[in-house]
């Protein structure tokens, strides 16, 4: 009898502590990890110069921004995303040398001219894929619908890229998660 007790301790400690192991290894993979499961995601790009992975839901799309390199919406649900690409000696010919930090101030203040009582609820400077780049997210008030807004700018040593996508805001808690996935998926080849 005391053997059996014995082994079934020994199977308890066991079992407890492979399943720690499990639960943390799937706490960080979820929660903490910057690897993202894109199965749910479809790769696209543009002329060679960029690619990103975009939520299957989004469908490219052509008529939503005249200046956009791609884009893609879901009509029925109102989300929607371009990116825009800004060649920096285009920029120079016109006499602008703009800073990541004031191209980004230029995307915001453009968005913010369109809505009312619209305000920034989070910004992140960082470097993805090797790119710097400055995310932010702005809400505001377009007639009387609550708008979410997210953008990232990215900087290369020729261009500067605008990614931004908007949607109701009712739906961010939706999308978001995809969103910002796919802005973390930008990439230069």
Not at 107 to 126: G, Y
Request: hydrophobic residues 35%.
């Amino acid at each position: 009898m005391t053997e059996i007790r014995r082994i079934r301790d020994k199977f308890f400690w066991i079992c407890l502590g492979f399943g720690s192991v499990v639960t943390v290894y799937f706490l960080y993979r979820y929660f903490i990890s910057d690897n993202r499961d894109l199965s749910a995601f479809t790769n696209y790009s543009y002329k060679k110069q960029f690619s990103v992975y975009v939520p299957f839901y989004l469908l490219p799309a052509d008529s939503i921004y005249e200046r956009s390199a791609l884009e893609f919406s879901d009509y029925a649900h109102e989300v929607f995303l371009v990116v825009v690409n800004e060649k920096k000696d285009e920029l120079r010919d016109q006499g602008l040398m703009p800073s990541l930090a004031e191209y980004s101030e230029y995307v915001r203040s453009s968005i913010e001219n369109a809505l009312k009582e619209s305000n920034v609820t989070d910004e992140k400077n960082t470097v993805i894929n090797g790119i710097p780049s400055i995310t932010k997210e702005l809400e505001g008030r377009y007639g009387s619908t609550y708008i979410y807004y997210i953008f990232t700018v990215y900087e290369t040593a020729t261009d500067f890229y605008q990614m931004i996508c908007w949607t109701t805001a009712d739906l961010k808690p939706n999308v978001k998660k995809d969103i910002y996935t796919a802005m973390q998926s930008f990439s230069i080849p």
